[in-house]
């Protein structure tokens, strides 16, 4: 223990803050990637790539330390997880390294070639947005474990369910990215994304509508956790939770009224807290188990020394790499022009 909290409940909540910020930080630029297509043309695409390239790379560290810290921390949970996920996390690599090879070959092509790797990028995004949905989905919904071992299908992710999610993770990127857009761009480009901000507002709204409802049915826990029942509504439990989807409403209200034009980085930070909203109800759904209505975080855990050991590496490196990640977001802080490009 560390000032009387487990070390295996310190290990969860520093994998979860570390898959929030991917969630955040890779999710604008992978939500720039899915918006792709609907780019004007070859200049305004130029401007929204150019628009991610300083950090699009940096911001795939927190997948990274989401995933292996899982494996060092909940080496049971990772051996669990895998090979029931294993079709749309091998999908979302394969997605995010042939996005990476298109970022950098887009402008290095003959004019037929930067037609494949504009195609490829943009592909490459919605792959691996879609992936990380089926992944969340298939996670959700719960996994076929007896004894501490996955014993279902390879295709049991592949579920109504996890189709819904993975079409609301695609439309909370996109939201990301155009948020982000309203931030980073001026011009034609600006007053474009704009528009996309007000037009997914609704699509992330009825998505996280229908993705909720859904979860309640997933299992039983599920439901009375937030107070609910087939017959009758446990009215403490259902007013101390409701103000969570009260306030994701009106945030997205707050987007669908459009970005401040004095006030650009708004609608980015107000699509941030939307996610966190989301992220805490999951949680709140889910808790206490680190594997769906399976294993806790203590059941899955490294033992004691190990997980301080790690500790003791992650305490000084964490800060560092915030500090890091946050420089290189302050000096490619200014706006790109209608004439930005990436070489």
């Given at each position: ?84 996920l294993y079709g749309p996390i091998t999908l979302m690599l394969l997605a995010l390294i042939f996005r990476g090879v298109a970022f950098e070959f887009r402008h290095h092509g003959r004019a037929r070639g930067a037609r494949f790797w504009t195609a490829a990028f943009a592909g490459g995004s919605i792959v691996a947005a879609g992936a990380q949905g089926l992944v969340l989905g298939g996670f959700v919904q719960g996994l076929a474990v007896r004894d501490g071992v996955f014993v279902g299908g390879p ?189």
């Amino acid at each position: 223990m560390v000032f009387g909290i487990e070390l295996s409940l310190i290990w969860a909540v520093l994998i979860a803050v570390a898959v929030f910020l991917y969630v955040a930080l890779d999710g604008f630029d992978l939500g720039v990637g899915i918006l792709f297509p609907f780019a004007r043309d070859k200049n305004e695409r130029d401007q929204m790539q150019a628009a991610i390239a300083p950090v699009w790379d940096g911001n795939e560290t927190w997948l990274v330390l989401g995933g292996g810290g899982l494996f060092a921390a909940f080496p049971k949970a990772y051996a669990t997880v895998m090979p029931a996920l294993y079709g749309p996390i091998t999908l979302m690599l394969l997605a995010l390294i042939f996005r990476g090879v298109a970022f950098e070959f887009r402008h290095h092509g003959r004019a037929r070639g930067a037609r494949f790797w504009t195609a490829a990028f943009a592909g490459g995004s919605i792959v691996a947005a879609g992936a990380q949905g089926l992944v969340l989905g298939g996670f959700v919904q719960g996994l076929a474990v007896r004894d501490g071992v996955f014993v279902g299908g390879p295709l049991d992710w592949l579920t109504p369910f996890s189709l819904l999610v993975a079409g609301a993770v695609m439309a909370g990127y996109a939201l990301l990215g155009a948020c982000w857009l309203v931030f980073k761009t001026q011009g034609d480009l600006f007053e474009r994304a704009r528009g996309w901000v007000k037009q997914l507002a609704v699509v992330v709204a009825l998505s996280m509508g229908a993705v909720s409802l859904a979860t309640l049915n997933v299992d039983p826990r599920v439901t009375a956790r937030w107070g609910l029942t087939m017959t009758s509504v446990d009215w403490p439990a259902f007013l101390r939770l409701a103000p969570l989807p009260l306030l994701a409403g009106a945030l997205c209200f707050l987007l669908w009224r459009g970005a401040d034009t004095r006030r650009h980085l708004q609608p980015y930070l107000y699509a941030v807290a939307l996610f966190a909203i989301g992220f805490l109800g999951l949680a709140i759904s889910l808790w206490p188990y680190i594997v769906p209505f399976a294993m806790t975080p203590a059941q899955a855990a490294a033992a004691d020394n190990a997980l301080a050991l790690m500790l003791w590496g992650a305490a000084p490196m964490l800060p560092i790499i915030l500090a890091y990640t946050a420089w290189v977001y302050w000096v490619f802080r200014a706006k790109v022009g209608a004439d930005a490009t990436y070489h």
